[in-house]
């Protein structure tokens, strides 16, 4: 014996959100229709690409392995320079900015923006950008690179970082606050060694990425391998491009291994 | 019996209270006060438990003393002198002469041992000594002292999260008396541990800070251990003391008017 049958209907939407949910679908498909017309997309090249695609690689393999020694070592250890002395400026600059910008440690709103104003600052400016803006200042070379990637980077360290430090427990803050500890020593005594994991974490992470940032700048004049590769695309000399292009591609790797490394040994 | 003498052992006047809090007042929010007028004289030695139930103040009162908390109103005068209205290095230097024994322990975890005990001398040390780990060979001495004093001798180079809840609360106190207070507080110092450490933890604090000659004001949940081990009890309820008298004097009366109800008496 079955109980009666009284149809029970069951819909995981209501009748709005079922329109609702029609109407995103019909913007994303007329999105897409509107912006692939106004790419204005050449359909001989579009069926050229392929061939193009396979020309490119013939033209690069064999590498001009030669070239190395000549034209890329020298310029692989600059990119390790500028990579290695931008960090530790950005370091140097963004410890300030986060002590600043944690609400912790500085209690007063105005300076906390203040210092949030300059983290975004110093992100919202691509590499490429401020490479452009040092070379104007400092002219072509190395000391730009450096100066490109130490700013680019205050902002991503100083983030972290504050963030880091107000994430600090205030228990033992306050255990050496009660011991009549200076400033300067609830400081170093208190959050530094609760936030040391996440600084190291922070500055190799950073490390890895200038290291690739730092292989492009050569492209606007600031130094390191990019420089070799855009003399390489310039003269149209593909087989030195496919050699730059496979050494800060197994650069890339080994930084990863390594810094994945100490990382996971730190934390 | 005499204070022990010599450069931590600091032996105070025998006249007249360590620490006198005269009509203290707290309040968080304006018009909603933790703590109501609290005038209290600590002698200069001996415990005082301060019983009373969750949220009535207990907590407040005693960082009123060492200045974790401004109060609102009131004095609070500490062998002469007043600490209301200190700031800066002044206030610091009279926190240094406080001791203070903590709930969750608040070591430092990720220091060892015999840094963590190092800290309780952050108040004399300078800021770059302290940065080099260049502490006064009489400090270390004083530290090792202490290790053996707590029972913890082999535990000098264990960093302070490998270390049970026991054990910390251990290096806590150690961590107070190295600053060679001449008033050691304790905030609910075993509310944290099982009932067999809790008893030790009191004993040790009892027995250190007597040796010393150190009075020390005690906030706790656990009426027994306050009956066992102070000379004094204070009953807190709702911002004000309602009972102050030696354990003996302490009635099931007098717990009910603290915590409230009966049944639980029973």
Redesign the interface.
């Given at each position: 014996m079955t109980a009666p049958a009284i149809r029970r209907e069951w819909h995981r939407f209501t009748p709005a959100e079922r329109l609702a949910r029609f109407a995103v679908y019909l913007f994303t498909v007329a999105a897409v229709v509107w912006a692939a017309r106004y790419v204005e997309i050449i359909p001989e090249f579009l069926a050229d690409a392929p061939a193009q695609t396979v020309d490119l690689f013939t033209r690069m393999w064999p590498f001009d392995w030669a070239h190395y020694w000549t034209g890329v070592h020298g310029a692989l250890i600059e990119t390790f320079h500028i990579a290695t002395l931008g960090t530790l400026l950005a370091i140097a600059l963004a410890v300030p900015v986060a002590l600043m910008a944690a609400r912790n440690i500085t209690r007063s709103k105005v300076l906390n923006l203040f210092a949030t104003f300059l983290l975004v600052a110093s992100r919202s400016v691509n590499s490429l950008i401020w490479a452009l803006l040092f070379v104007a200042i400092f002219g072509p070379g190395a000391l730009a690179g450096v100066m490109a990637i130490g700013f680019r980077s205050i902002g991503f360290v100083g983030k972290l970082l504050a963030e880091a430090i107000e994430e600090a427990q205030p228990g033992p803050i306050e255990a050496l606050t009660a011991t009549g500890a200076p400033f300067g020593s609830v400081l170093n005594k208190g959050y530094w060694p609760q936030v040391e994991p996440s600084f190291w974490s922070i500055v190799l992470f950073r490390w890895d990425i200038n290291i690739r940032e730092s292989a492009v700048l050569g492209l606007v004049g600031a130094g390191g391998i990019g420089v070799a590769l855009d003399a390489a695309l310039a003269n149209l000399y593909w087989d030195q491009v496919g050699l730059i292009l496979a050494v800060i591609f197994a650069v890339v790797v080994v930084t990863e291994i390594v810094t994945s490394g100490i990382r996971s040994r730190i934390i | 019996m005499s204070a022990v003498a010599g450069p931590f052992g600091i032996a105070g006047p025998d006249d007249g209270p360590a620490l006198l809090l005269r009509n203290l007042s707290k309040s968080y929010t304006a018009g909603k006060p933790v703590l109501r007028g609290i005038t209290l004289a600590i002698e200069g030695r001996g415990i005082t438990a301060i019983i009373g139930p969750s949220g009535t103040g207990k907590s407040t009162l005693i960082r009123c003393i060492?200045r974790?908390v401004t109060p609102t109103s009131g004095e609070i005068i500490f062998r002469g002198q007043s600490l209301d209205s200190l700031s800066g290095?002044a206030?610091?230097?009279?926190?240094?002469?406080?001791?203070?024994v903590?709930q969750?322990?608040?070591?430092?975890?990720?220091?060892t041992v015999m840094?963590n005990l190092l800290?309780?001398?952050?108040?004399y040390?300078p800021?770059w000594r302290?940065?080099l780990r260049r502490f006064p060979d009489q400090d270390i001495d004083r530290a090792f002292e202490l290790l053996d004093a707590v029972g913890l001798a082999d535990y000098a180079h264990r960093r302070a999260d490998q270390l049970s809840g026991g054990q910390r609360q251990r290096v806590?106190i150690a961590?107070?008396l190295m600053?060679g207070p001449e008033l050691l507080l304790a905030d609910e110092p075993t509310s944290s541990l099982d009932p067999k450490t809790s008893v030790e933890i009191v004993e040790l604090m009892a027995r250190l800070a007597g040796d010393r000659g150190i009075p020390v004001v005690i906030n706790i949940h656990n009426v027994e251990l306050a009956r066992r081990f102070a000379s004094r009890i204070i009953g807190m309820a709702q911002g004000e003391i309602v009972f102050d008298g030696p354990p003996d004097a302490l009635q099931d009366q007098h717990l009910a008017r603290i915590y409230g109800g009966e049944s639980w008496l029973e």
């Open positions: - | 060492n974790l290095s206030l610091r230097k009279a926190r240094r002469r406080i001791g203070m903590h969750e322990y608040n070591l430092v975890e990720r220091l840094e800290c309780g001398r952050l108040g040390v800021v302290a940065w806590g961590r107070a600053q």
